[in-house]
């Protein structure tokens, strides 16, 4: 098994150098089964805002690039993958746990997870909007994307975010992928490659974000969302 696990500043949240390092874990792992945790009592609070503030349009656009590769690079996995999510999980913190096989969630109370991009002004990149609209339950995704709320453990396993919770939410997954490694490893990639799919969205959602949404991640309305967000 390989463990990744996810740190860096405000609360592990995806800079390009963690977006980096979670790819090339991926590729060092070869399809062998990964667990994807969080380092401290955070699992993931989203994308490094700080980052994102300093970026040019070229800069923005790299970093969406970046984040877009790593958000397939985990969907299209071949092996299995587990998700400990040992706290919050806010915006890219909830995509990554959408794009692991098995999700398990603390039960703490405290703890959030969600898709809170519309809240914030965020317009999804198109693969991870493919791979929302995938992994996020039918019944429960306009409450998950337009409600754009962050819940709690309870409400998250209700919605289909996770698959279950636990006091000791690292055993667990591990449980779980120990159980989904001792399948064949072809055999389970050339199904699970069958269920998903692969992320490629159609020539209408790629003109669209390179003609609207784009620019609309550099734009000074969402900038000063941005600056918003950081004073909090």
Aim: proline share 5%; glycine share 10%; net charge neutral.
């Amino acid at each position: 098994m390989h463990e990744v696990v996810l740190e860096g500043p405000g609360k592990n949240a995806l800079g390009s150098a963690l977006m980096r390092q979670l790819l090339d874990a991926l590729r060092r792992a070869a399809g062998e089964p990964v667990l994807v945790r969080g380092a401290g009592d955070a699992f993931c609070a989203g994308l490094n805002l700080k980052e994102m503030a300093a970026l040019d349009a070229a800069g923005m656009q790299a970093f969406l690039a970046l984040l877009e590769d790593m958000v397939q690079a985990l969907y299209e996995y071949p092996g299995p993958t587990a998700a400990a999510v040992n706290g919050h999980a806010v915006a890219g913190g909830c995509v990554l746990a959408l794009g692991c096989d098995c999700r398990v969630m603390t039960r703490a109370t405290g703890a959030r997870i969600g898709l809170n991009e519309v809240a914030i002004g965020a317009r999804f990149p198109p693969r991870t909007w493919a791979m929302v609209k995938a992994r996020v339950p039918a019944a429960s995704i306009e409450r998950v994307v337009l409600g754009a709320q962050l819940v709690d453990p309870q409400c998250a396993l209700g919605l289909g975010l996770v698959d279950e919770l636990a006091d000791d939410p690292l055993a667990v997954a591990q449980e779980r992928l120990d159980v989904l490694a001792r399948h064949p490893r072809d055999a389970y990639a050339v199904a699970k490659r069958g269920i998903r799919g692969v992320l490629a969205p159609g020539a209408e959602a790629l003109a669209r974000w390179a003609r609207e949404d784009l620019a609309a991640w550099t734009s000074p309305q969402f900038r000063a969302l941005i600056e918003a967000q950081l004073k909090r």
